[in-house]
């Protein structure tokens, strides 16, 4: 598939959500998101954005907006992605995309946004959290983020796989976070 073709299909989706689409090199991936899968990346965004309030960090959602580059021949949108402080403009890239592997795709999305050029990309996969940070042309596996290090990726872990629902789940991790002692 062609890059003007990538476009096209783009545009005939226009801003609708439910598809998304991964382009590398003229290779297209068209998935549709599940129930589960929407639920688990709701449930993480909602802990996320919780947390950030919480520990006073500003952090700027930026949805599944389509992040592409003709030159590089990339394109796809995260299930969510992040500014750290603020964005200056529209050409800038996130600075984290999130990722909640549900099944595996035939594009390597890490080489994907490796060539866009996000500096964070975290996955939510087998009931973990886990950060890959870019280095040059490719992404490292990190223990913890480097964007934002003070997050406890362990109660997020454990919020995320909980029986609570998902406004209970950021009731306890507001409560979790009132009840630490300051750094």
Not at 86 to 92: C, L, N, V
């Amino acid at each position: 598939m062609t890059w003007q073709d990538y476009l096209r299909l783009l545009e005939l989706r226009g801003d609708a959500g439910g598809v998304r689409m991964t382009y590398l090199d003229g290779e297209l991936e068209i998935m549709t998101p599940s129930l589960s899968h929407e639920q688990l990346k709701k449930r993480l965004t909602r802990l996320l954005e919780a947390w950030s309030e919480e520990a006073g960090v500003d952090l700027e959602g930026a949805g599944s907006w389509t992040l592409r580059d003709e030159w590089k021949k990339r394109g796809l949108e995260p299930d969510e992605c992040y500014f750290v402080g603020t964005r200056a403009s529209e050409e800038e890239r996130p600075d984290i995309a999130v990722e909640v592997v549900w099944t595996h795709g035939g594009i390597d999305k890490l080489a994907v946004y490796a060539g866009l050029g996000v500096q964070e990309v975290w996955w939510w996969q087998d009931g973990r959290l886990s950060f890959r940070a870019l280095r040059s042309e490719s992404y490292e596996t990190i223990p913890r983020s480097e964007l934002l290090p003070a997050l406890d990726s362990e109660l997020i872990d454990r919020l995320m796989v909980t029986e609570a629902t998902q406004a209970q789940a950021v009731r306890d991790l507001r409560a979790a976070m009132r009840s630490r002692p300051p750094d």
